[in-house]
Nanobody, 126 residues
Framework: QVQLVESGGGLVQAGGSLRLSCAAS????????MGWFRQAPEKEQQFVAF????????EFAYSVKGRFTISRDDAKNTVFLQMNALKPEDTAVYYC???????????????????WGRGTQVIVSS
């Protein structure tokens, strides 16, 4: 089993920044990509970003492009989501996930991921 633990969420004013972390642990696994999704109240979960592990290719949702970046610490098996210029519409529970098998570089959807964290709440006040 693979465990993912998110941290770094909180309350921030619009225009502020937060850095989310997602640490992976558990049995040895092949890491093809790690992604971030979010779910706002009464809305469907949506893709935010992913990093393809072997190539370091990163992709972002249009709504966060230019404001969010994704990075990683291989030694700690951790991926980070740096969120800048936050907006009230970024308010959501943020989840990280890991894909342990090849998905043809398509990691934009929930179905590409095998393990999920429990989420961390981000609230952006106006």
């Amino acid at each position: 089993q693979v465990q993912l633990v998110e941290s770094g969420g909180g309350l921030v004013q619009a225009g502020g920044s937060l850095r989310l972390s997602c640490a992976a642990s558990g049995r040895s696994f092949s890491n093809y990509a790690m992604g971030w999704f979010r779910q706002a109240p009464e809305k469907e979960q949506q893709f935010v970003a992913f990093m393809e592990w072997s190539t370091r290719r990163a992709e972002f949702a249009y709504s966060v492009k230019g404001r969010f970046t994704i990075s990683r610490d291989d030694a700690k098996n951790t991926v980070f989501l740096q969120m800048n210029a936050l907006k009230p519409e970024d308010t959501a529970v943020y989840y990280c996930a890991v894909a342990t098998s090849w998905r043809g570089s398509n990691y934009y959807t929930r179905g590409a991921y095998d393990y999920w964290g429990r989420g961390t709440q981000v609230i952006v006040s106006s």
